[in-house]
């Protein structure tokens, strides 16, 4: 399988894809930030820092390192009935749909829960793949690279031979520290060196050959 894309010329013979969901695979930032804020006001956070602060992480660490006094696992329990039920514009991003089409061996990397990538999924009209590896399955989120390895040796594939599309950095890390090859999805240019082996602005950018 070969990975092509259009900006710049990048060309990754691989034999898997691992794909981050939120960021990535499907618009969900506004309905994240929407759930984020409520929660930050409902216990006088300041929504801006804890937003800062989600970016691959579990909704448990989150809430463990933003708000350590308080009941993690109810408040997780909480978060998640409020993120199944309301997926309000969420959509597929640009390319998703003709990625997955084409693609070969592929799996969904989240740090979210299962149910909630699920509904996800299904809210974008996007495929729920045999391969889905949330924080259900996981003893510790992103950065930590659990995630990405269970990906591989579930599509049995080899680490190096993957090739992980991500959005945030504890994702990349999580992807480099696997060893596998990164590619930072970045739609608005922020000035900041890339921080994956490569850099494009969406799927929309990138096209699989067999």
């Known amino acids: 399988m070969l990975l092509l894309s259009a900006e710049p010329d990048i060309r990754l013979s691989c034999d898997a894809l691992l794909f981050d969901m939120d960021g990535v695979l499907v618009d969900s930032l506004p309905t994240i930030e929407r759930h984020l804020r409520e929660w930050s006001v409902e216990h006088g956070l300041d929504p801006a820092k804890v937003h800062e602060l989600s970016g691959g992480r579990t909704t448990r660490e989150l809430i463990e390192l933003v708000a350590p006094g308080l009941d993690s696992s109810a408040e997780e329990a909480r978060l998640l009935v409020r993120e199944v039920e309301d997926t309000a514009g969420i ?120």
């Open 91 to 210: 959509s597929a991003s640009p390319g998703a749909r003709s990625i997955l089409a084409d693609a070969g061996p592929w799996a969904v990397v989240t740090s979210g829960r299962r149910a909630v990538a699920q509904a996800r999924l299904k809210a974008a009209g996007l495929p729920i793949p045999d391969v889905l590896v949330t924080a259900d399955d996981v003893t510790a989120g992103k950065p930590d690279p659990q995630g990405y390895l269970q990906a591989a040796r579930r599509l049995r594939a080899a680490a190096g031979r993957c090739v992980v599309l991500e959005d945030a950095a504890a994702g990349i890390d999580a992807g480099v520290a696997a060893g596998m090859t990164t590619i930072e999805i970045r739609p608005v240019p922020t000035g900041r060196p890339r921080l994956g082996d490569h850099l494009v602005t969406g799927l929309d950018v990138l096209r699989v050959v067999r």
